[in-house]
């Protein structure tokens, strides 16, 4: 609950290691999966480079969208646009806004605030590609971090080194709010000297001086979780690079990540979806829906994909 009473909305993010994973596309459909369970929905396009969620929907460039809320001091609940479905919103993007990089702190702080007061059961965000320290920091503040990922050689690349960024960002944040940060980067640069091989020894090597924070930190840490999605899969041996990539980031980062499910590849569907009309449309393909609503329903959960059917 917030502190008038009202219950807080709850927050996904939903970002890639680069652009091109289809992340728009899955967080599209999770939208329309939450909507369809009758919990109200605000889908915020905070992809500020790139901006295209009102085309999937057929909502037209409208009086409103993030440009009033920059530029013009619009509270974000006036620009909140309804779609064709009952219980969904978005909140349109704009190609004229600023890149996501040229946003000020002061600007990122006022967004993120007034994200946390739209009156919804569930925010999703959907966020620019890239590692940018905005893009970083948007994510952060999400109950549920999400990563898409296309099951290929250089997007899984791409998002090891994007979870690593955003762990090491988490990490700083932490050290400065105990006033830990000049002595951990002293740490870690002489981490060969020091015997210290890899975050968690960083941490164990700073208790002596600072018990009770270094126990704050470690049990912040321990809540930092991200829930991976899998895109355009075509067969059993792609699904297998979530469990994969979920064994890595605990090996050699020491994250806790949750493989959610997966999306089929559905060739039909690409052929035949027509975007001069609204994607909404066409949303009930079998094979796009039943995966999506899968991982949905793990995500809301909190549980780990455990298997399911394979693509034919």
């Known amino acids: 609950m917030g502190n008038n009473g009202k219950k807080r909305c709850t927050i996904w993010a ?18 329309i999966q939450l909507a369809a369970r009758n919990l109200k929905t605000i ?32 509270p974000l609940k006036e620009v909140v646009t309804p779609t064709a ?14 890149a996501s990089e040229g946003m000020k702190h002061t600007q990122k702080s006022k ?3 007034h994200v946390r007061t ?7 965000l959907d966020l620019g590609g890239g590692v940018g320290v905005n893009t970083i920091d948007t994510f952060l503040v999400a109950d549920k971090m999400i990563l898409v990922l296309a099951p ?33 980067h002293e740490k870690w640069k002489e981490r060969q000297t020091n015997r210290v091989q890899d975050i968690r020894g960083l941490i164990e090597s700073l208790r002596e001086q600072e018990p009770e924070a270094c126990l704050l930190i ?5 809540r930092f979780r991200v829930y991976l999605v899998l895109n355009q899969v075509r067969n059993e041996k792609q699904i297998s690079i979530g469990f994969s990539l979920r064994s890595i980031c605990a090996k050699y980062l020491g994250i806790e990540t949750e493989f959610v499910g997966y999306v089929e590849h559905d060739a039909m569907f690409w052929q035949n979806i027509n975007l001069e009309h609204p ?3 066409f949303w009930k393909s079998p094979r796009l829906t039943d995966g999506i609503g899968r991982l949905t329903d793990n995500l809301i959960e909190g549980r780990q994909f455990r298997g399911g059917r394979v693509p034919a």
């Open 14 to 31: 939903v970002a890639g290691g680069k652009g091109g994973t289809g992340k728009t596309f899955v967080i599209n459909n999770i939208a």
């Open 43 to 74: 889908l915020v396009d905070a992809d500020f480079g790139g901006p295209n969620v009102h085309t999937y929907f057929g909502v037209k460039p409208g009086p409103r969208s993030l440009t009033d809320f920059f530029e013009k001091n619009v």
């Open 85 to 98: 479905l009952d219980h969904l919103h978005i909140i349109p993007g704009n190609v004229n806004c600023f």
């Open 111 to 113: 967004f993120l605030r």
């Open 118 to 124: 739209l009156e919804s059961d569930y925010v999703l």
């Open 152 to 184: 290929e050689s250089t997007a899984i690349e791409n998002l090891y080194h994007f979870i690593k960024n955003i762990y090491f960002r988490k990490l700083k944040t932490l050290l400065g709010l105990h006033g830990l940060r000049h002595i951990a």
């Open 218 to 222: 470690t049990e912040e840490l321990a």
């Open 279 to 281: 994607y909404v449309h």
